[in-house]
């Protein structure tokens, strides 16, 4: 069956740190991924994805995430996180035996404080 | 800009009430999703269209219901409203992958559901 799995319900980061949102998978075939954010009473919004290329995919924001095939992980990556960072975010693959729908994870919970 | 919008963004009903959210998208999009988002949850796939006339049940689509008659709207009816279907209720829509389109999904803003 496919998944997504975010290990993490929350991560706590130090404003000017470096944060990681970790994220695995498991999918038959070659994988599309994606990262959202959710900010509070709000929709949820793309940040990137990795379709096919380099394992170092960089996307709004700041953002980038970094495709590991053998480790089967696109962990969410931002060199010096901000308070304005503090959200949720959702990582989804595509579920390639439906076309279009994607399946996401159950959401991490990032908190930067000052 | 293209947008996808939902309405009402709040909404107070009572047990047993047919309710229908709307959602419309100007992306000119094929695939349209509705999902609901609950804490301990995250988010669940109510039902999904492929295109005009086209829907498909998703893993929580009991007491839900979609019809597609244009490519711009999917709305959302709940039959007899239930306290279980308090939630926050989104609508998605993405290009379609044969054409090229790579399943990126595009959000609108929510619409809050109080069932009493």
Known sequence: AQSVAQPEDQVNVAEGNPLTVKCTYSVSGNPYLFWYVQYPNRGLQFLLKYITGDNLVKGSYGFEAEFNKSQTSFHLKKPSALVSDSALYFCAVRDHNQGGKLIFGQGTELSVKP | ?116
């Open chain 2, 1 to 116: 800009d293209a947008e996808i919008t939902q309405s009402p963004r709040h909404k107070i009903t009572e047990t047993g009430r047919q309710v229908t959210l709307a959602c419309h998208q100007t992306w000119n999009h094929n695939n349209m999703f509705w999902y609901r988002q609950d804490l301990g949850h995250g988010l669940r796939l109510i039902h999904y269209s492929y295109g005009v006339q086209d829907t498909n049940k998703g893993e929580v689509s009991d007491g839900y219901s979609v019809s597609r008659s244009n490519t711009e709207d999917l709305p959302l009816t709940l039959e007899s409203a239930a306290s279980s279907q308090t939630s926050v209720y989104f609508c998605a829509s993405s290009g379609t992958s044969g054409s090229g389109g790579t399943d990126t999904q595009y959000f609108g803003p929510g619409t809050r559901l109080t069932v009493l």
